[in-house]
């Protein structure tokens, strides 16, 4: 706790001193990338290509979403629809992660870590080494997890048993990757409000010293029994510059109407600070408002700012996309920036595609009503935006 008082404390200081508006922000047209096709992830590799890892949606009982990939090689101005070759299956399944290592090569992870027996959780990963234009695998990756639970209830209803390798791979200054993932652990018995027979969840780092394959658990990001749903859909960046170098910032989901909240670590994940709700300072008197929203994506601008996109769901009824941003390092976040308002799944993607531009993807509908949800057909759509400080 000390800890944490220390860490915040200066930054309560720096934010009341911030201007309402320290960056000049300005998004782009909207562009469709595909139409039907929810829950969108962005990959932005080196050479400019980008890769949208989608899914179509859920099978009636599925075990696993029919799955959508898109890739652009020309700026993002046109994209096409990707298909895995002959003997891999529906290839990559989104809400995973990507990175891009040093060394050019690209790893792609599932996200659903299956039981395999004693607590150990396995699930698939991919690689490319010319940008996505051939993907080998499937290759299993593997992690242990002792205290895991592993029976339980998905927000479909439906039986599981299985942990969520989610959104962040971070590639570690001596070469171990350090990846978020998510579920529940045997402790974990608080009841989800709006579906009681699944339990709050929590979040954890795991690290890699083989290149992805074998992954073993390093520490608990968050557990708390917060908010609706616990702490689920991490996300994580390592940052690079400034005072503040080689800190993780993890931002995280806590449920459908409320915060999002974050944690701070400056050990390489093995110890964290407590997780705290973020808001956004809209005014130059230091005034705020919660950051609310689901499936947080952050990263960091070439020049230290950070972006963060989220959507919010419809039980929020304020429908609609959102990139905040931080000039402090994560200290405060400010210019909550909205990018859409229909009902949205609320799923994201951010990147930064050239020094102060930012790409992101997430979903429109033809709908305005929070009661049609279930039947709104969504798109996935990308928009540029340009940032840079006054």
């Not at 396995?122 to 051939?134: C, G, I, M, Q, Y």
């Not at 592993?150 to 791979?169: A, K």
């Not at 429908?319 to 405060?332: E, K």
């Not at 859409?340 to 709908?367: C, I």
Request: with cysteine.
């Amino acid at each position: 706790m000390k800890r944490r008082s220390l860490l915040l404390a200066p930054a309560a200081a720096l934010g009341a001193e911030l201007p309402a508006q320290p960056l000049v922000v300005r998004p782009g047209a909207e562009q469709t990338i595909a139409r039907g096709v929810p829950w969108p992830y962005l990959v932005q590799l080196r050479d400019g290509t980008s890769v949208v890892l989608a899914h179509v949606g859920w099978p009636k009982g599925g075990k696993y979403p029919t799955v959508y990939t898109a890739i652009s090689r020309d700026g993002r101005r046109s994209w096409q629809e990707w298909k895995p070759g002959p003997g891999q299956g529906a290839g990559p399944i989104t809400e995973g992660t990507a990175v891009e290592l040093r060394n050019g090569t690209l790893l792609v992870f599932d996200v659903h870590a299956e039981h395999q027996g004693n607590k150990v959780f396995a699930a698939n990963s991919w690689s490319s080494r010319d940008s996505f234009r051939t993907l080998s695998g499937p290759r299993p990756f593997r992690f242990t997890v002792t205290e895991a639970e592993t029976e339980g209830r998905d927000d479909r209803g439906e039986r599981i048993s299985r942990l969520y390798f989610r959104r962040s791979v971070v590639e570690l200054p001596g070469g171990d990757l350090l990846a978020c993932a998510y579920g529940r652990f045997g402790s974990d018995k608080a009841p989800v409000e709006y579906l009681g027979a699944m339990t709050k969840m929590r979040s954890f780092v795991l690290r890699s010293a083989d290149g992805g394959q074998n992954w073993r658990y390093i520490a608990t990001i968050a557990a708390d029994p917060v908010e609706q749903e616990g702490f689920a859909e991490p996300a994580l960046v390592q940052l690079t510059r400034g005072p503040l170098r080689g800190r993780l910032v993890c931002v995280l989901r806590t449920g459908r109407e409320n915060p999002l909240y974050q944690c701070e670590s400056d050990d390489e994940g093995r110890t964290w600070t407590r997780p705290y709700p973020l808001f956004w300072q809209y005014s130059r008197y230091g005034r705020r408002r919660e950051l609310a929203g689901t499936d947080p994506d952050i990263v960091e601008m070439s020049d230290g700012t950070l972006a963060m996109s989220y959507g919010h769901k419809p039980d929020y009824e304020d429908h609609g996309n959102f990139v905040a941003f931080s000039v402090d390092q994560g200290r405060s976040w400010t210019q909550q920036t909205r990018l859409s308002s229909s009902v949205t799944m609320a799923y994201t993607g951010v990147r930064e595609v050239a020094p102060g531009e930012l790409f992101v993807v997430y979903t429109t509908s033809d709908s305005q009503d929070s009661t049609a949800y279930q039947q709104a057909i969504f798109t996935t759509v990308g928009r540029s935006i340009t940032v840079r400080r006054r």
